[in-house]
């Protein structure tokens, strides 16, 4: 079988967009090992914000997260924040690239994230075991950052600028669910009160 993306391909935007919107299940039929070696932590937080594109492109909350293996550097989950679309409270971008990979030993693997993890997503983080998180974007929310560190994640800081954009623009357009997705919909019926 003859993959699309390998040791000769560039790693471009084109690729890297390809690789978010394919399952996860089927990425070995788009890339092979030797493309994977070459991605780099800048890679799959782009991937990440290209998972946060498409959650605010289906109207939800844009919020992507990847989840990769630390020794093949191949991708083991991925996944969106899919409050709207399927009408789930914690169907957050970490949730989501979870449930994507499964019951895998996420103690040898890193999760890449568009936007500081909540409350919910921070616990699950360290609960799971990740060693390493890295943060796309503290700009806009952070908070859990000290926490994931004193249970022994590394956190690593990698913000990148369209994921940051993105999510202001989704803040300013929807404050409410902005709020909603951070808080429940207790917090917005309080606001109209």
């Not at 699309?4 to 690729?15: C, G």
């Not at 040898?108 to 075991?129: E, F, H, I, N, Q």
């Amino acid at each position: 079988m003859t993959v699309l993306l390998n040791a000769e391909t560039q790693v471009n935007s084109e690729a890297l967009n390809a690789i978010a919107h394919m399952p996860t299940k089927s990425l070995g039929v788009l890339l092979d090992s030797n493309f994977t070696r070459k991605l780099c932590d800048k890679d799959f937080m782009r991937i990440a914000v290209l998972l946060a594109k498409k959650g605010y492109e289906e109207g939800g909350c844009p919020i992507g997260a990847v989840i990769v293996d630390n020794e093949t550097n191949q991708i083991v989950g991925k996944g969106h924040n899919t409050l709207v679309q399927e009408s789930h409270p914690y169907n957050h971008g970490e949730t989501s690239a979870i449930r994507d990979a499964g019951r895998i030993d996420f103690s040898k693997t890193t999760l890449y994230t568009s936007l500081s993890p909540c409350d919910v997503c921070a616990t699950l983080l360290y609960m799971r075991g990740f060693q390493r998180v890295v943060v796309g974007d503290i700009t806009n929310a952070s908070g859990n950052e000290p926490l994931l560190e004193s249970k022994g994640v590394q956190v690593d800081i990698l913000e990148d600028e369209q994921g940051i954009v993105l999510y202001q623009q989704f803040r300013a357009e929807k404050p409410e669910q902005d709020l909603e997705d951070w808080q429940g919909l207790a917090a917005v019926n309080a606001g109209h009160k």
